[in-house]
């Protein structure tokens, strides 16, 4: 078993930054490629992006590449996700998720082994 929880989530205007951190614990944190997802009221979770292992690949999704940055600290059992120039359309709750393996552009929810609760974020216009 892994246990996440996020952390970092709140209410920011737009053009401002947010940084979302998950700490893991249980099992070994480096085993795992980490990802974010998100899910907007009425929508369904949505992939954001992943890094692998060792933090040398990561993939976005298209709506937030250039924007976000994900990144993990193996030493910590935490994976982050640096969000710059936030939009009105980047409100969603925010989950972080251990993969069972690193999947890149084709990371899809089924390929989630454990979820964290989540965390609001919320950007005003």
């Known amino acids: 078993q892994v246990q996440l929880v996020e952390s970092g989530g709140g209410l920011v205007q737009a053009g401002g930054s947010l940084k979302l951190s998950c700490v893991a614990s249980g099992r070994t944190f480096s085993d795992y490629p980490m990802g974010w997802f998100r899910q907007a009221p009425g929508k369904e979770r949505k992939f954001v992006t992943v890094?692998?292992?060792?933090?040398?690949?990561?993939y976005y999704g298209d709506s937030v590449k250039g924007r976000f940055t994900i990144s993990r600290d193996n030493a910590k059992n935490t994976v982050y996700l640096q969000m710059a120039s936030l939009k009105p359309e980047d409100t969603a709750v925010y989950y972080c998720?251990?993969?069972?393996?690193?999947?890149?552009?084709?990371?899809?929810?089924?390929?989630?082994?454990?979820w964290g609760q989540g965390t609001q974020v919320t950007v005003s216009s």
């Open positions: 890094i692998n292992r060792s933090g040398t690949q990561t």
């Open positions: 998720a251990a993969l069972g393996f690193y999947g890149g552009g084709g990371t899809r929810s089924k390929d989630v082994r454990y």
